[in-house]
């Protein structure tokens, strides 16, 4: 019997299949499918490991593979298996909508360790496994918060996520969202790194976006700001001509509004608990997955 917030046979049947073979010697492998539902049950839920329910196995069994997985990559691993699948056969919209969306940082998500970490100048990640010195929570009037910035295909399934403090401004992390669009494709080519067009809201409208839209051949759907026009119309002529823009094309990018929607569902995601970036970034692994199955 499936139950709430565990996999179905049909979707536990296309996971199986991508999981990695472990080699390891030592006792025999605690069953996937009962870890891996241990894990969504977490993220659907928020509760804490420890109350995990006794029939996903031991909690600390279920954690640790989580640990391990989040932070080897085997969640964004599967994550690129199951869009593979989806790319073979022609699910995948090309057109994607991008924009960000700020959730709470629980009190439980502080007091991850950083003394004795160091940062190499300008990188602001850890030397050893990647980690965001400040871990993605930023401090501001309203408290600790973490910034989901996001890219959905057409369908309104995650294509690209970054994480950062609350407090950063969304157009300084567009390019980093965009880069991380990697899309393998079935057999042998390069992947897909290129969407035929971005739908972002005002707020992205930038001669600095605008401008690395255009040289990456991505058509840009952005309305111009107030501000913006206001200055083009003062400077006369030499305010050159506006920014194309296409009304139509801009109503479908309300699906990253869904797509959020669709990920908030999931009360690990909704508030953050996790005290690690990596932890985190877990969790939206999971529920991605899912998303996509």
Not at 7 to 15: C, G, K, N, S
Not at 39 to 56: F, H, Q, S, V
Not at 206 to 214: C, F, Q
Request: charged fraction near 30%; include cysteine.
């Amino acid at each position: 019997m499936v139950r709430r917030h565990e996999l179905t046979d049909e979707q536990w049947q296309v996971v199986v299949a991508l999981l990695p073979v472990s080699g390891a010697r030592g006792r025999p492998r605690v069953d996937d499918r009962r870890v891996v539902n241990g894990m969504l049950y977490k993220a659907k839920t928020g509760i804490a490991w420890r109350d995990l329910p006794e029939r996903y196995g031991p909690w600390k069994t279920v954690y640790n593979r989580f640990w391990r997985w989040s932070r080897n990559g085997t969640l964004t691993l599967l994550v690129g298996r199951v869009r593979v699948i989806a790319e073979a056969v022609a699910e995948l919209d090309r057109e994607v909508s991008v924009d960000s969306s700020i959730v709470r940082a629980h009190q439980h998500a502080a007091g991850a360790r950083r003394a004795g970490w160091s940062t190499p100048a300008g990188t602001g990640f850890y030397e050893a496994d990647g980690e965001p010195a400040d871990h993605a929570i930023g401090r501001s009037r309203g408290g600790p918060t973490t910034k989901i910035h996001l890219a959905c295909d057409g369908l309104g399934r995650p294509l690209s996520i970054v994480l950062t403090g609350g407090n950063v401004n969304d157009c300084t992390v567009f390019t980093r969202v965009l880069a991380g669009i990697r899309m393998p494709r079935p057999g042998r080519g390069r992947p897909w790194t290129r969407p035929r067009r971005a739908r972002v809201d005002k707020g992205y409208s930038s001669k600095a976006i605008r401008g690395y839209l255009r040289r990456r051949g991505i058509a840009a759907t952005i309305p111009e700001r107030c501000d913006q026009q206001a200055h083009r119309h003062r400077r006369g002529r030499t305010g050159g001509r506006p920014p194309t823009f296409d009304p139509t094309a801009y109503r479908r990018r309300n699906v990253v509004e869904r797509c959020f929607n669709r990920l908030k569902q999931y009360r690990a995601i909704a508030t953050r608990y996790d005290k690690t970036a990596q932890s985190y970034r877990g969790m939206l692994d999971l529920a991605t997955l899912l998303m996509w199955l």
